[in-house]
């Protein structure tokens, strides 16, 4: 059973570079959502999806995109890397109304140089 | 949305008992979790407690939540190596589907 599972572990990128963050859940989860996580700032939530077909803004949403694909994947685009984007990324999912529990990906470790 | 406060950092000898502490805003009934981040890894779920509780035991674990001063902690009894990590208080956020972590206590267990 592999939860939450996060695709690349590490990424190094130019300031400019696109790339693309996947995530796929397999515990048939209605909710996903992707967190960035800097030191000494917790978790702050960029986008979510309710539902399969919603995405919705969180805190930080600025220089990202998202995509629900289906019910399982939920990827995290960022068009034009900038260095303020180097950080941690996390994607999670939960069943509303199942005490709200999140269940956490492994993470991916992004650097723009 | 509701704020959530805890301190930064906790050194503790192996064998003696750990308290982190967490403050929150949020008045409503509902859940609060306590999570625990290894180093490079995700979060993972280490409790919950449901807001009209004051207590809830789980082997080493002790969660104790005062709702009149809003104050929530996690107790780790005869604290070991492996319980080195960072640990998220989290409770409700702005709407039905989202929640807020505080930033995070680092716990350093000493030998």
């Known amino acids: 059973n592999a939860g939450v599972t996060q695709t690349p572990k590490f990424q190094v990128l130019k300031t400019g570079q696109s790339m693309t963050l996947q995530c796929a859940q397999d515990?048939?989860?209605?909710?996903m959502y992707w967190y960035r996580q800097d030191p000494g700032m917790g978790l702050r939530l960029i986008y979510y999806?309710?539902?399969?077909?919603?995405?919705d803004k969180g805190e930080v949403p600025n220089g990202y995109n998202v995509s629900r694909l289906n019910k399982r994947e939920f990827s995290l685009r960022l068009e034009s890397a900038a260095p303020s984007q180097t950080s941690v990324y996390f994607c999670?999912?939960?069943?509303?109304?199942?005490?709200?529990?999140?269940?956490f990906g492994a993470g991916t470790r992004l650097s723009v140089l | 949305g509701e704020d959530v406060e805890q301190s930064l950092f906790l050194s503790v000898r192996e064998g003696d008992s750990s308290v982190i502490n967490c403050t929150y805003t949020?008045?409503?009934?509902?859940?609060l979790y306590w999570y625990k981040q290894e180093p490079g890894a995700g979060l993972q779920l280490l409790t919950y407690?449901?807001?009209?509780?004051d207590m809830k035991q789980d082997q080493r674990l002790t969660v104790l939540l005062n709702k009149k001063d809003k104050h929530l902690s996690l107790r780790i009894a005869d604290t070991q190596t492996g319980d080195s990590a960072i640990y998220f208080c989290?409770?409700?956020?702005?709407?039905?589907?989202?929640?807020?972590f505080g930033a995070g206590t680092t716990v350093t267990v000493r030998a």
């Open positions: 515990m048939n989860h209605n909710s």
């Open positions: 999806s309710a539902s399969e077909g919603t995405t």
């Open positions: 949020d008045s409503s009934s509902t859940y």
């Open positions: 407690i449901f807001s009209n509780m």
């Open positions: 999670a999912s939960s069943e509303y109304g199942s005490k709200n529990i999140q269940y």
């Open positions: 989290a409770g409700p956020g702005s709407n039905d589907y989202k929640l807020s």
